[in-house]
C-alpha cells in the first residue's frame, strides 16, 4: 500500500470519530464485465473472477470497521436466466470456489443465502447450503448474506405466498389474513427473516438505480452510488461512504 494512500485512510478513519455509523451495510458489486474490459481482457468472465476475489478484501475492511452485518449481491435472478450460460456457469463455480470457501475459512462470519436456489445448479446451492451449516454455530460472528438469484420483487412475492400458506395450513381465510396482515408479518417470511434492515446500500459502477435490490429491506438506507467498477473498489471508498452516512445521519437527527 503506497504512504499517500495509507496516510488518506488514516485521515478517513479519524474523521469517522463520533459520526454514527451503519450496523448493516449491504453491496451491490457491479461493474465486473465493464472493468475487465477496460483492463483490455477479451474475456469478461475475468472481471467475476477479480470480483468474487474482491469480497474477501470488502469483508476483512468492514469488519475492521466494526460492521457486523452485510449483505453482498452476487448475481439477480434475471442475470441467471438471461446472461450467457458459459458465464453464468463460471459465476456459479466462483460462488462455490471462491465464496463459499472462503465464508468457511473467514471464522468472522455467519453466512445466509437470499434468493431462488432452484435457479442455481445443484453443485452450487448444495455448496451455498453446507456452508451455511458449517458457518450457523459461530459464537460473536457476524452476519453475511450472499444474495444469489434474488429479486427484491420476487423476495416480497414469495414471502405474500408464504403467508397465504401458513394461514391456510392454520384454516384462517382470506379475509382474517387481509385483516390482520402487517409489515412485521412480511418480514417474518422474507428469505433472511430476523436481520436488521441495512442502514447503507452501496453500489458501484456509476449506475444510480437499485435494479430490484433490497426493495422490501432498504426503504429507509442511505444510498451511495460509486463510480467505480466492483474490482477497482478500494478500502477508502468504503470509508468515504461509511463518513458519508455518519454525517447524513447527524445532520438528519441532530
Known amino acids: 500500500m503506497k504512504p499517500l494512500y495509507r496516510l488518506y485512510a488514516r485521515i478517513l478513519r479519524r474523521q469517522l470519530a463520533g459520526l454514527p455509523m451503519p450496523q448493516h451495510v449491504a453491496i451491490a458489486m457491479d461493474g465486473n464485465r ?67 470457501d472462503h465464508v468457511r475459512r473467514d471464522h468472522r462470519w455467519r453466512l445466509h443465502v437470499a434468493g431462488q436456489l432452484d435457479l442455481l445448479p445443484d453443485s452450487t446451492a448444495r455448496a451455498l447450503k453446507e456452508a451455511v451449516e458449517e458457518t450457523r454455530d459461530r459464537p460473536g460472528a457476524g452476519e453475511l448474506t450472499i444474495a444469489i438469484g434474488y429479486s427484491g420483487r420476487l423476495e416480497v412475492l414469495d414471502a405474500v405466498r408464504a403467508v397465504l400458506d401458513e394461514a391456510a395450513a392454520s384454516g384462517r381465510s382470506v379475509a382474517e389474513v387481509a385483516e390482520s396482515l402487517s409489515e412485521d408479518e412480511i418480514s417474518r417470511h422474507l428469505y433472511v427473516p430476523g436481520l436488521p434492515d441495512p442502514d447503507l446500500v452501496i453500489r458501484t459502477s456509476g449506475e444510480l438505480r437499485m435494479s430490484d435490490f433490497l426493495l422490501w429491506q432498504a426503504t429507509r438506507s442511505e444510498i451511495e452510488f460509486c463510480e467505480l467498477y466492483w474490482p477497482a473498489f478500494r478500502e477508502v471508498d468504503l470509508l468515504r461512504a461509511l463518513r458519508t452516512y455518519g454525517r447524513r445521519r447527524l445532520e438528519r437527527f441532530s
Open 34 to 100: 465493464r472493468w475487465a474490459r477496460g483492463a483490455g481482457y477479451d474475456d469478461v468472465r475475468i472481471g467475476h473472477r477479480f470480483g468474487a476475489e474482491h469480497l474477501e478484501l470488502f469483508l476483512q475492511w468492514c469488519s475492521d470497521a466494526g460492521i457486523r452485518c452485510v449483505t453482498a449481491w452476487v448475481a439477480s435472478a434475471d442475470n441467471i436466466r438471461r446472461r450467457d450460460s458459459a458465464e453464468v456457469d463460471y459465476l456459479m463455480e466462483l460462488t462455490e470456489t471462491v465464496v463459499a
